[in-house]
């Protein structure tokens, strides 16, 4: 709030400086200290961040400027000093709680009353008025409607403070419900995974078998998805690197597979959005199980490299392993299919090489993520 009151203060103070200079009104030095103090906490603010100090030295040498005003400039009118006044008050108010901003609220409207009271006919007669205007009956009634614009602010804020917390202690209830969700989600498709595991062991069938075993792995990919909304603090979007590193955890110790995988992740994409990561993630499920299946038996050590990179509209989505596959893909096989149906339904292509290993080079459209600036590169 304080940042956005000074940029917007220094246009208004900029236009009055200017409006005083060319009618040649005196008022144009508290306009100019006015104004040199919004720069001052603009750039301070910029270089600390410490909005207690800023914001404690522009009530005082708000309050400052408003009592030279009315003390100091002689054609200064009274009705602007004072609504300047009360918007140093109000600024307090906001800032720093009702006390502080009763407090100023008082210090300005009673210098105000002070200037009034000690003022001679002369002194009046500058301002516009005269002695008969200024009696006990005027000044009473001016302390009156600050201390009942004190009450008002402060009822104005309290009320705030309870709407915030009714919002706070919903949105609570509501990000423990959505948590309750993803759990019992997570624990269905385990259930899911689990009957399906039962019915493959008492098939004999070798190939009936592992189709069962690919959709158990497909299930417990999307299980995972809701196990890290249950632990994850932004129900909104999931993090992709920690999902894969958990994806390639969970497929090699589902498969039994002892090799030892390099996994790197270099992606501008920190976060995926929740109406993505579905297909998303069975992608890398079909990718990841075809590189630990057919690709890295027999290596010490085997890689997976995955870099994201957000290119206009598009996103590039690059996986490659370094195996030797020695059951080639099917072009018409289900896993196939699957990786093309999922490709379209993120609005994207893709292309497959097999030089030095296995390659995928997908173009997605860039409208169907989540995006953070953040450039997170990791090796496992």
């Known amino acids: 709030m304080l940042w956005h009151v000074s940029l917007g203060l220094i246009g208004v103070f900029t236009v009055l400086f200017g409006i ?3 009618f040649q009104d005196s008022n144009w030095s508290t306009s100019l200290a006015a104004l040199a103090v919004s720069i001052m ?12 100090m800023v914001g404690v030295w522009s009530v005082v040498l708000g309050t400052m400027i408003c009592q030279a005003s009315i003390y100091i400039i002689d054609d200064s009118h009274l009705i602007t ?26 210090l300005n409207l009673g210098g105000l009353v002070c200037y009034l009271m000690l003022s001679d006919e002369k002194m009046l007669s500058t301002k516009g008025l005269t002695s008969e205007q200024v009696d006990m009956r005027m000044l009473v009634n001016v302390l009156y409607v600050a201390l009942a614009l004190s009450f008002i602010i ?70 995972l998805i809701h196990e890290k909304m249950y632990i994850n603090e932004d129900f909104s979007a999931l993090d992709v690197q920690s999902y894969v590193i958990a994806l390639v955890e969970d497929i090699t110790q589902s498969m039994e597979s002892d090799c030892k995988i390099d996994l790197r992740i270099d992606a501008e994409m920190q976060k995926v959005d929740i109406k993505s990561i579905v297909p998303l993630s069975l992608i890398f499920n079909e990718l990841i199980t075809n590189s630990v299946r057919h690709g890295f038996e027999g290596l010490e050590k085997a890689t997976i490299e995955i870099n994201i990179e957000r290119a206009g509209d598009k996103v590039l989505l690059y996986y490659s392993d370094n195996g030797t596959w020695k059951v080639p893909t099917r072009n018409n096989g289900f896993g196939v299919e699957l990786i093309n149906t999922l490709t379209e339904q993120l609005h994207g292509r893709y292309e497959r090489t097999t030089e030095g290993g296995t390659h995928y080079r997908f173009v997605l459209d860039a409208d169907q993520f989540f995006f953070t600036p953040m450039m997170r590169s990791r090796t496992r």
Do not use: P
């Open 41 to 52: 906490n603009i750039l301070v603010l910029q270089q600390t961040r410490k909005f207690w």
């Open 20 to 22: 005083h200079i060319y």
């Open 81 to 106: 000093d004072t609504m300047w006044c009360i918007l140093v008050s109000f600024f307090t108010f906001f800032l720093f709680g009702s006390l502080r901003g009763s407090i100023v609220l008082l």
């Open 154 to 223: 402060h009822k104005m804020i309290e009320n705030n403070k309870e709407v915030i917390s009714r919002y706070e202690l919903q949105t609570k209830q509501n990000d423990i419900l959505l948590k309750e969700i993803h759990h019992r989600v997570k624990n269905n498709l385990q259930i899911v995974s689990s009957l399906l595991k039962l019915q493959a062991a008492q098939n004999t069938n070798s190939g009936v078998s592992e189709q069962f075993n690919e959709a158990i792995s497909r299930v417990r990919s999307m299980a």
